[in-house]
């Protein structure tokens, strides 16, 4: 079994609509993340977790929300979806500081609004 | 402002030949700078991993290279395969208390048989 797992995996959804994004990990991890993905732009990171009541803002947190409900799982909300937010969503991971804190991404969700 | 630019943005190679993509970066202060390759439809997964102390540093047929003078790393492929063919991805950590993550915009490698 994968060890940072998404869903869904692709969705459509239409302006105005609030959709959310799920991400579950099983690596034990502290750290978890949400980013997007751009045809020709690096990955952006929307926000971050370094434990169950700890969220932070990353550099494009506008018209996104998020909700650590346990150690494990870590969801991405669009309260109100715009076309401009279609892209490829990654969920990602990572131990605590203090080691390589390699990040572990899930498979990625592919949002289209219409 | 940090950044990260990779270049080339793509390449194309036969089965079998070596290539080269680089990383600038302008994170200031550096951690460490990270090699990620990603397959299309899947997430990026960590290659190789570089700290200030280290000018190369190898993992089977992928080496990366860090001049931290110059701020730039290489990544270079030798032998090619076609499971080579992905997106490779320049990671940088840096900036105050080494909590930014800045990533390049990735090079697209495409191996021909």
Known sequence: ?114 | KNQVEQSPQSLIILEGKNCTLQCNYTVSPFSNLRWYKQDTGRGPVSLTIMTFSENTKSNGRYTATLDADTKQSSLHITASQLSDSASYICVVRGGQGAQKLVFGQGTRLTINP
């Open chain 1, 1 to 114: 079994d994968a060890d940072v797992t998404q869903t869904p995996r692709n969705r459509i959804t239409k302006t105005g609509k609030r959709i959310m994004l799920e991400c579950s990990q099983t690596k034990g991890h502290d750290r978890m993340y949400w980013y997007r993905q751009d045809p020709g732009l690096g990955l952006r990171l929307i926000y971050y977790s370094f434990d169950v009541k700890d969220i932070n803002k990353g550099e494009i947190s506008d018209g996104y929300s998020v909700s650590r409900q346990a150690q494990a799982k870590f969801s991405l909300s669009l309260e109100s979806a715009i076309p401009n937010q279609t892209a490829l969503y990654f969920c990602a991971t990572s131990e605590a500081a203090g080691g390589p804190e390699t990040q572990y991404f899930g498979p990625g969700t592919r949002l289209l609004v219409l």
